[in-house]
């Protein structure tokens, strides 16, 4: 078989063929901002101090910066998807920014040029989601998308980063494929091996973009061939939705933002809370919470009783309890005190899957919350679409504000000017100084 006539070889050339124009790097821009400000607030946590120790004990110098650039790609990816801010597309269930801006940082340098890494950026999305959405709903029970489908994305981005040519891009993808993995077992016990897929897949797209540049070859039919990854992996691949079409806007337009710092299915039951709570008084008034949601939420966030900041994230109970009583959602939603404090509330929610918004799932992600009140009273609202989604877009001066807020988070003292850079498409921001920008907040 020709290997231009593969799935790796069709996505290829859709890609390398696809137009490109200021608005699409500017759609870019944004999402590098948020993956950096994700980066240098993951260094501002106890998975973050683990990860950064470990990683200059690889060094005799004990800096980031004397990292190679797949272990630098590692590092970044790892720290930005921490705090559970980062960006996320719907229809893939992926978390691209903490996978693919992390590559194209690590290859990086002063001579880079913005625009080719705005380029890169669009096609690492582009490549990662296409792979998301193609392997079926199955494959998300057992595996992390954002880790099997990752390595995808950053090897496309390195393919552009090296100026690969599409037969190179094509072996590239081929090794990024047969190194896929990301179980999600860790949630079971609150591990934090999530953190670590992001940084793997990070790593190992860099990895097969880099031995394709120097003739490497990799399997070009790596997605479906008999004992490939979507054998392998997938129950039910959706090969089709690998094809781009001319027409069709590239996927970093359809990426959702975060704004609340828990896992993204989550989010419509929050906004559901914070429009309830300015219709409720006092909190005692509460007799019962039902939240009806889809079976992906349910299977992942269904947790009556989190036992750590972690597995708060990921408990739909304890973020619509949150919600509910204070009004807000930020990091100290989640800590200790308040999910001691909000046990009470929390035991009060009930969970159950609601057939249209199955339905729905997973191009639109929706929640519909109902109060019953002491009285017999009854308070509903419904969201298809969260906060952040393109539907419900963060606009560029709620996302600059996100991004310095998590800057500072982390500690660096100079998130106006990096905001500005980035926001700069025309310009040239430093970002292959941002290893060193986290050598400085965590010195």
């Known amino acids: 078989?020709?290997?231009?006539?593969?799935?790796?070889?069709?996505?290829?050339?859709?890609?390398?063929?696809?137009?490109?124009?200021?608005?699409?790097?500017?759609?870019?821009?944004?999402?590098?901002?948020?993956?950096?400000a994700n980066m240098i607030a993951g260094t501002n946590s106890v998975a973050g101090r683990k990860i950064i120790g470990w990683a200059r004990g690889l060094v005799s110098s004990g800096r980031l910066t004397e990292l190679d650039r797949p272990?630098?790609?590692f590092v970044l990816g790892a720290l930005s998807h921490i705090l559970e801010v980062d960006d996320l597309h719907r229809a893939s269930v992926v978390h691209p920014g903490c996978v693919v801006v992390p590559a194209i940082l690590a290859l990086s340098d002063k001579d880079s040029n913005y625009q080719k890494m705005l380029d890169a950026v669009i096609a690492g999305y582009e490549a990662m989601i296409?792979?998301?959405m193609a392997v079926g709903s199955e494959h998300y029970k057992i595996w992390q998308n954002t880790a099997t489908c990752g390595g995808f994305g950053s090897a496309m981005a390195g393919a552009f980063m090296q100026g690969l040519d599409q037969d190179q891009c094509i072996n590239a993808l081929g090794n990024a494929g047969t190194q896929a993995a990301g179980l999600w077992e860790f949630l079971a016990s609150g591990a934090e091996s999530k953190h670590m897929h992001a940084g793997r897949a990070a790593e190992a797209g860099l990895v097969a973009s880099g031995l394709a540049s120097n003739g490497f070859t990799g399997p070009d039919t790596i997605l479906e061939g008999d004992r490939g990854f979507f054998a392998a992996t997938c129950g039910n691949s959706e090969p089709g939705q690998l094809a781009i079409k001319t027409h069709e806007p590239w996927q970093v337009h359809l990426t959702s933002i975060k704004p609340w710092p828990s896992c993204?299915?989550?989010?419509?039951?929050?906004?559901?809370?914070?429009?309830?709570?300015?219709?409720i008084k006092d909190t005692r008034e509460?007799?019962?919470?039902?939240?009806?949601?889809?079976?992906?939420?349910?299977?992942l966030c269904d947790n009556q009783h989190p036992e750590s900041q972690f597995k708060a994230k990921f408990s739909l109970q304890h973020c619509v309890a949150a919600a509910l009583s204070e009004g807000v959602v930020d990091f100290a939603s989640f800590e200790d005190g308040k999910r001691e404090n909000l046990s009470k509330l929390r035991n009060l929610v009930s969970v159950v899957t609601d057939r249209q918004l199955e339905l729905d799932y997973p191009v639109n992600w929706g929640a519909r919350?109902?109060?019953?009140?002491?009285?017999?009273?009854?308070?509903?609202?419904?969201?298809?679409?969260?906060?952040?989604?393109?539907?419900?877009?963060?606009?560029?001066d709620e996302m600059i504000t996100k991004a310095k807020m998590l800057m500072q988070y982390g500690g660096y003292e100079h998130a106006d000017r990096m905001t500005d850079q980035i926001i700069d498409t025309q310009g040239k921001p430093v970002l292959h100084k941002v290893i060193s920008i986290i050598d400085e907040v965590r010195h």
């Open 1 to 36: 078989m020709n290997q231009k006539n593969t799935l790796t070889g069709q996505l290829t050339a859709d890609i390398y063929n696809k137009a490109i124009n200021g608005t699409d790097r500017t759609a870019a821009a944004i999402l590098t901002l948020d993956a950096i």
């Open 71 to 73: 272990r630098k790609a």
């Open 286 to 299: 509460i007799r019962d919470i039902e939240l009806s949601a889809y079976e992906a939420a349910i299977a």
């Open 130 to 132: 296409r792979v998301g």
């Open 369 to 396: 919350l109902k109060v019953t009140l002491q009285d017999g009273s009854v308070i509903t609202h419904q969201v298809d679409n969260a906060k952040g989604d393109p539907e419900s877009a963060m606009s560029q």
């Open 264 to 279: 993204r299915h989550t989010h419509p039951a929050i906004e559901c809370g914070l429009k309830l709570n300015s219709k």
